[in-house]
């Protein structure tokens, strides 16, 4: 009987058995131990920035990014509608701001263009505050993600957000380790562009911890002030003061230590991650009505996280393919519902839908493991030719 392929899992060939052995012998398995900050410091080292935060999931710290920004009630928050929804519950309704939605390019990613035109056509600058025409309210931030580790076009969204004073929040869960290699950029890691950014790990992600995120930030203050709040708050540890309303979304040592061993990999998993995405391409582009999606890599070095299988015609029906794979024990999805649709956003404002609406229809993702193998690989593709 053949085996399961899965969508995405951890990987864990490296030191994360020692590492979690250390912390378990220690007993420093909560919130303390020096692991935490170690890992904060590994992962600041690798992006590039001088500090990063570490908290309990990528939601936590996108809630926290908000926070940090000042998002609150009667503000706008420019957000994709092609993403998972943990990007814009915390960084609208968490806060309570309201979303305004925006379409993909065809990097999936939120298209600039439609961004801009939002902003020139429905809003006007009153001073240094955007204001929405139809609304009143103040657009104040726009929340970029990189979707399955494509890097969304930096540059037009830093123009954007200095023309129309927009803080600049980077999702960057699905793209630890996407850099520019060319360009004004060069050098700069997805999620350390903006304002602030936020890494997950959880255990889908290239790297995971379990569950897990980090913050970074290029206002270090707002970086301090993440700590801050993922931490209750406490302005006097001893004599529990506490000077606002703060959160616990601490990581654990033991998160922390599988993260120290899962960062070692990283780069190999990259590599991995390339490597069979290339064997999918070659093996199914142009073949059967299937194409495999590009990432960008015009002066990008992309992660690769998530591929994307793109049906040309209407040859094969979405879920009918879906449905056919997982018989054979093969799991794949198709991508995200639209946000804008769902049940807690009825009456949203959306622009720029019509290619978020028709990846949507036509995208499955693929396994994607870093420890999927070539057999495997060549499974998925011999029952995806026979479709
Ligand atoms: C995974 C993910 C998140 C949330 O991260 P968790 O660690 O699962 O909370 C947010 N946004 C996007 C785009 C994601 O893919």
Redesign the pocket.
Known sequence: MASFIPLSVPNFQGNEKEYVNEAVVSEWVSTGGSKVGDFENAIAHYVGMPRAVACN??????HLAAMVAGLGKGDEVLVPTL?????VN?TTRYVGAEPVFIGCDDSLCMDPAAAERFCAERCELQGERLIDKATGAHVKAIVV???FGNMADMPAFLALAEKYHLILIE?A??ALGTHYTEGPLKGKFAGTIGDVG?Y???G??IITTG???MVVSNHPDWAEHAKHLSTQAKADELQFLHDEVGYNYRMTNLQAALGLAQIEELEGFIAHKHAMWQMYKDALDGKNGYRILDFDENGVRPNKWFYSLYLEDDRHDRDSLIAALQKEKIQTRPVWALIHEQADYPGSQAYGLEKAEEYRKRIVNLPCSTNLTREDCQRVIDLLLSL
């Open positions: 999931s990528g939601s936590s710290g996108l993403t998972f929804i943990a990007a915390p993600v990189h979707v999702d869960t699905e936020v997950s790990f959880n889908n992600k569950a897990g995120g």
